[in-house]
């Protein structure tokens, strides 16, 4: 998805018309200074975890982990299961200690596919922020998250902890914040800017003034200058640079589904739409999308395999984002998901409705056929995701929330649930969740990865949660997994990440979700409206 105008502004921007980041995110307001959090301590000691390490490791506990100022300093085991924890553990010399007695801990989380909101639907950076914090999302990429210029300023105060919020990663689209880019030589000249002005990647959409020639000549000026890469390959570029193509280049990754199956069609190199299909029309747009499962080769044909095998030995990244197109194959259930009555605000909640013009509200004539065939080409997009990983390919976890009905951090728990359909077994999940994607991060500046891992040296960036998540992802959900309760015999919500650890700083998640919560009621209260499925 594309942050948002309207529609047509959308798409004009796409096509060159207009830069999309300064028409719709000149108005997001930055977070205010961090008042939430407590930390960093000299010395703090977790105590009583099993640890999920993300490293593909099975679970182990319990463990103590030792944690000076913003790195893990030591994992000391405490006991034996089964058994009373041992007496008098080590150290003893903690500043501060948290009592996690039983719970599980994670690596942070890593959102590969984020935007900020605009100022119509969500103006407030800090809602976002909340939203994944309280969700254990300690890292984010923004593609883009706002302008360059906001983007670069709260990423460096990010990291100096003056806000509460996760990582940020600057990916920003082509000639933003400096101008047109519409030539080779320009896409250079771009790239070089940016790599001094504070932004970590380019997020190409493969139209427009953007051709395969300038393409190629970021991408390739982008490894010079340790700049990362990610394209959504569009429908109105893809016949001209598809998926596969993109890898030959150097793309480091693909993101959503635009340019895999257009990479693997059955016959010539386009799809083919209907004679009066209008790229414009959102309903055009989305719901010939699935049309290409027909189109495509066929899982576990020759033709299936090569087209993973280059991609792997190209070295690109797949990012599906899942969650983004969930409604496509379910309208209703993203209508009536649990979090929208006290967690998304209501500007939010119009925006999402069906809508000629807002980008992505194209329901408006959704038919069960178009569920269907969205169905059918999950099952598709699933296992090409599935089998990529099983080959050693990278996969990632991005949720493009705040657009088709997806929250910020819940829809990023539903990508993992995802996942898990997809094929992945929970502890690839968390990998896709964890170091896959601070990997993917950090390769293109030839940096080794600092979070993603919960070990020692590594930066304290962790999920507490008081439930197994290997068992269960719900338990990840700020409203929790609904559950019989086996003593009294009435349902009860239990679940939700306890603490989030960003930088040594202990973030209260149950906190910051009331304080989404008064954000939205209060947003309620001021605009006479409410938030109704």
Not at 338 to 349: G, K, M, S, V
Not at 459 to 478: M, Q, R, S
């Amino acid at each position: 998805m594309s942050i948002r105008v309207t529609r047509l502004a959308a798409a004009l921007a796409l096509l060159g018309a207009l830069s999309p980041l300064r028409a719709a995110s000149r108005d997001l307001n930055p977070a205010p200074a961090r008042t939430e959090g407590r930390g960093p301590f000299t010395k703090l000691v977790i105590r009583g975890v099993t640890l999920i390490n993300g490293t593909g490791s099975p679970p182990m506990g319990p463990v103590d982990i030792v944690i000076e100022g913003n790195r893990i300093a030591d994992i000391k085991i405490a006991g034996t299961p089964g058994l009373p924890l041992k007496a008098n553990r080590e150290p003893h010399d903690a500043t501060e200690e948290l009592d996690a007695t039983g719970m599980y801990v994670l690596p942070g989380f890593v959102d590969m596919h984020v935007h900020g909101g605009d100022s119509e639907k969500a103006p407030n950076l800090e809602y976002a922020y909340k939203l994944w914090l309280a969700h254990g999302v300690t890292t984010v990429r923004g593609v883009p998250l706002a302008s360059a210029s906001v983007s670069a300023s709260e990423k460096d105060r990010s990291a100096r902890n003056e806000i509460a919020a996760p990582r940020i990663w600057n990916y920003q689209t082509l000639g933003s914040g400096w101008g047109r880019v519409d030539t080779p030589e320009k896409a250079r000249a771009w790239v070089r800017w940016a790599a001094q002005h504070n932004i970590d990647g380019i997020k190409f959409f493969n139209t427009g003034d953007e051709t395969p020639e300038i393409d190629a000549a970021a991408i390739d000026e982008a490894k010079k200058a340790g700049l990362g890469t990610v394209a959504h390959l569009s429908q109105t570029g893809v016949a001209q640079l598809n998926a596969v193509q993109a890898g030959r280049l150097g793309l480091g990754t693909v993101t959503h589904f635009y340019g895999h199956f257009e990479s693997m069609l059955k016959d010539g190199r386009v799809q083919s739409f209907p004679s009066n299909y209008n790229y414009l029309n959102e309903y055009d747009r989305f719901g010939q999308v699935a049309a290409i499962v027909d189109q495509s080769v066929e899982p576990e044909s020759p033709e299936w395999w090569d087209y993973l095998e280059e991609q792997k030995k190209n070295g690109v990244t797949f990012d599906p984002t899942f969650t983004i197109y969930l409604a496509s194959r379910d309208l209703m259930r993203a209508r009536n998901a649990d979090w929208h009555r006290e967690y998304t605000l209501p500007t939010l909640w119009n925006y999402y409705q069906a809508s000629r013009d807002n980008h992505g509200s194209y329901f408006y004539d959704w038919t069960t056929a178009d569920e269907v065939r969205w169905r059918r080409f999950y099952s598709k997009f699933e296992e090409l995701i599935d089998d990529y990983q099983k080959i050693g390919g990278r996969v990632t976890t991005g949720s493009d929330s705040g657009f088709i009905y997806q929250l910020y951090g819940f829809g990023y728990i539903q990508e993992l649930e995802l996942m898990q359909e997809a094929g992945l077994t929970p502890l690839e999940v968390i990998q896709a969740a964890t170091i896959n994607g601070a990997r993917t991060l950090n390769e293109p500046k030839g940096t080794t990865p600092q979070f993603g891992i919960v070990r020692p040296g590594m930066l304290a960036d962790l999920v507490i949660v008081p439930e197994n998540p290997l068992a269960n992802f719900k338990v990840l959900y700020g409203t929790g997994r609904l559950r019989l309760n086996p003593t009294t015999g009435v349902q009860e919500r239990a679940g939700g990440v306890r603490w989030t650890i960003k930088d040594g700083i202990i973030y209260d998640a149950p906190a910051l979700l009331a304080e989404v919560r008064a954000m939205v009621a209060r947003s309620k209260a001021e605009n006479g409206v409410t938030v109704e499925p």
